[in-house]
């Protein structure tokens, strides 16, 4: 769900105004993906993964996981959780990995990085749980490094909110 339809006036315009149906393609992307809660698409608490996500990307679950899908080993990440208080982060890949991991409550900061070079393996699926209070709204200010510290490029990307919120489309 990444909103690129709100120029349009979003799912709802989409689906009824333009009459597309959500198992058709509007402008390149699938309808039912950019607009699950309005195809009725939305998959179970729980069952979505890292793994569902594009190559290079992160996204945060409204309970505070973090989850990755990489093609590059991570030596080292930070970012920002919107919308939430950050109390605390622990296990996930990070944690498997040996990394170091520290918050920041006031700014909302997750770190991890490995003090003896070791890395989180290509792959995919929860990179760190984050215990927070509140609802996550998203992730800023993302820095993924390589073992040599070398910027990888992970994209933030959005997983679909159907506790009743608007799809973004």
């Given at each position: ?65 973090v989850l ?79 073992a040599s ?21």
């Amino acid at each position: 769900v990444t909103g690129a339809w709100l120029a349009f006036g979003g799912c709802d315009a989409v689906i009824n105004t333009f009459g597309v149906s959500c198992d058709a393609y509007f402008s390149g992307v699938l309808v039912s993906e950019e607009c699950p809660l309005s195809c009725d698409d939305c998959p179970d608490e729980g069952a979505v993964t890292g793994c569902d996500f594009p190559d290079m990307s992160l996204s945060v679950l409204p309970n505070g996981d973090v989850l990755y899908n990489t093609s590059e080993a991570i030596g080292g990440f930070q970012f920002n959780i919107e919308g939430a208080i950050v109390n605390d982060a622990s296990g996930g890949a990070a944690a498997t990995a040996g990394f170091q991991i520290m918050t920041n409550a006031g700014s909302g900061l997750v770190m991890a990085f490995s003090l003896t070079g070791s890395t989180i393996p290509v792959g995919c699926g929860t990179l760190v749980e984050v215990d927070l209070d509140g609802v996550p709204t998203g992730m800023s200010g993302i820095i993924i490094s390589d073992a040599s510290g070398l910027a990888l490029n992970l994209s933030y990307g959005e997983v679909c909110d159907c506790a009743g919120n608007a799809d973004l489309g």
